[in-house]
C-alpha cells in the first residue's frame, strides 16, 4: 500500500493518464506509465508463483523470465495507431473519467492495476496455449467435464482452482459454494495426496478409451476414498498427470510396435533369463532367513513375494522398468487395494525388489 502511495505521489497519476490519453505526453511521461505497468504485471506473475502455479518454468534465470513476460502481457495495451495514440488505453480510461468526475490518484490507480492484471490473464491464456496446446486442450476438457458432470464440482481458493467428487454431496445450482460449510466434507486439514500415489493409482483405472470427463471422475472418486488425505484436486495436478499417463502409454504403444524381436534378441533374452533364476535363488534365500524364521511372512505370503519378484525381474527383460510394484503383486492378490498395499506390503516388498534388481544388474554387467 505504501508502495502504491509513493508511486501515485511521485508520478501524479491521474494527471499522466489524462495526458497519455489526450496524445499530450512526453517519451519520459510514456516510459513512466509502462514501468508502472510492467512492475503490477509482474508482482501478478510473481503472486501466481507463490500460490503455486508455474509460470517461468525452471530456468535458472526465472526472474528475468517473468520480466520479459511482464512485458509481453502488457505490450498489446500499447499498441499506437501510428499517430501517437493507444486505443485500447482511450476506450477503458475515457469513460471512466466522464463517470467519476473528481476521480483522484488512488482511484486510477486501482483502475490500472485492475485494467493490467485483466490484460497479464488474457494474455498469459494466450501465451500457455501457443507454448503448450496439448495442455490447454486438457484443461478445456476437464472444465468442460466438470460442467457437464452432475458428480463433479469446481471451485477457487487463493487464485487456483480446485475439483473434488461430491459422491451425493447435495449443492444448489444457483448458490454460492461456501467452502466452510463443506470443509469436514472436503478434508481441508489433511495433507493433499501424494503425487507418487496418485499416479500410481491413476495407472490402474486409466483407460485409453475412457473419455476425460470418465477419467476425471475415476480420479476423484479415488481421491474420495483415500480417507487420510485431502478430498479434492488442484486442476493442474489433474492435467499434469493425464498428460504423464498418457505420454507413458503412447511411449509403450510405440515401444511395443518398434519391438520385432531377432534370433539374436531371441538368444540374447534366453541368456538373461537364466540369470533370472540365479538372482531369485539368492532372494529367496534372504526371504527364508530375514522374514520367514522370524514369522514377518508366512511360507504362502512368501512363495507370492517369490512368483511377483519374478515378473519383476522379467519387466526388466522386456524393458518395462517403469511398471508398478503394485500391479506386480496385486496379480497374485486379486483383491489387495492401494491401501492395503501401502499399509501391509510396500515396505517389504519395495524393498525385496531393490535388492532382487540391484542383483539382476550386477550378474547382467558380465553380459557387456
Excluded: W
Excluded at 480510461?93 to 486510477?108: C, L, Q, S, W
Excluded at 492435467?239 to 507413458?248: D, G, S, W
Excluded at 538368444?267 to 537364466?274: D, H, N, Q, W
Amino acid at each position: 500500500m505504501f508502495l502504491k502511495m509513493g508511486l501515485m505521489e511521485k508520478i501524479c497519476l491521474g494527471q499522466l493518464v489524462r495526458d497519455i490519453c489526450a496524445g499530450n505526453y512526453s517519451q519520459a511521461q510514456l516510459v513512466e506509465f509502462i514501468n508502472l505497468t510492467q512492475k503490477i504485471s509482474l508482482g501478478y506473475l510473481k503472486y501466481q508463483e507463490i500460490i503455486g502455479k508455474r509460470i517461468a518454468g525452471e530456468k535458472a534465470n526465472a526472474d528475468l523470465e517473468l520480466q520479459d513476460l511482464a512485458v509481453d502481457c502488457i505490450a498489446e495495451l500499447f499498441s499506437g495507431d501510428g499517430s501517437g495514440n493507444f486505443p485500447q488505453l482511450k476506450r477503458y480510461y475515457e469513460p471512466k473519467f466522464e463517470e467519476m468526475g473528481n476521480i483522484t490518484d488512488a482511484d486510477v490507480m486501482i483502475l490500472t492495476r485492475r485494467l493490467v492484471v485483466r490484460k497479464t490473464k488474457q494474455e498469459l491464456s494466450r501465451i500457455f496455449r501457443e507454448r503448450d496446446p496439448e495442455g490447454a486442450k486438457i484443461v478445456r476438457n476437464i472444465k468442460v467435464a466438470i460442467r457437464t458432470s452432475e458428480k463433479l464440482e469446481i471451485f477457487s481458493d487463493l487464485g487456483k482452482e480446485y475439483v473434488f467428487y461430491k459422491n451425493g454431496l447435495e449443492i444448489k445450482a444457483d448458490e454460492n459454494l461456501n467452502l466452510e460449510t463443506i470443509a469436514a466434507y472436503l478434508r481441508r486439514k489433511r495433507p493433499p495426496i501424494p503425487e507418487d500415489v496418485l499416479h500410481l493409482r491413476f495407472i490402474d483405472i486409466y483407460s485409453p478409451s475412457d473419455s476425460v470427463s470418465s477419467s476425471i471422475r475415476k480420479l476423484l472418486k479415488t481421491v474420495h476414498e483415500f480417507e487420510e488425505y485431502q478430498n479434492f484436486l488442484p486442476i493442474e495436478t489433474i492435467v499434469k498427470l493425464i498428460r504423464r499417463v498418457k505420454f507413458n502409454a503412447v511411449k509403450e504403444r510405440l515401444s511395443a510396435d518398434e519391438l520385432v524381436p531377432t534370433p539374436l534378441d531371441l538368444l540374447e533374452t534366453k541368456e538373461i533369463e537364466s540369470y533370472i533364476d540365479v538372482v531369485m535363488n539368492k532372494v529367496e534365500r534372504k526371504i527364508g532367513a530375514q522374514y520367514l524364521r522370524s514369522k514377518k511372512l508366512d511360507e504362502k505370503r512368501a512363495d507370492i513375494y517369490s512368483r511377483a519378484l519374478r515378473d519383476v525381474l522379467n519387466d526388466l527383460i522386456q524393458k518395462k522398468d517403469n511398471s508398478s510394484y503394485f500391479r506386480n503383486l496385486r496379480h497374485y492378490l486379486p483383491d489387495l487395494t492401494q491401501r492395503d498395499y501401502r499399509q501391509n506390503e510396500r515396505s517389504v516388498f519395495e524393498y525385496l525388489a531393490k535388492v532382487a534388481k540391484k542383483e539382476f544388474r550386477r550378474q547382467l554387467k558380465e553380459l557387456l
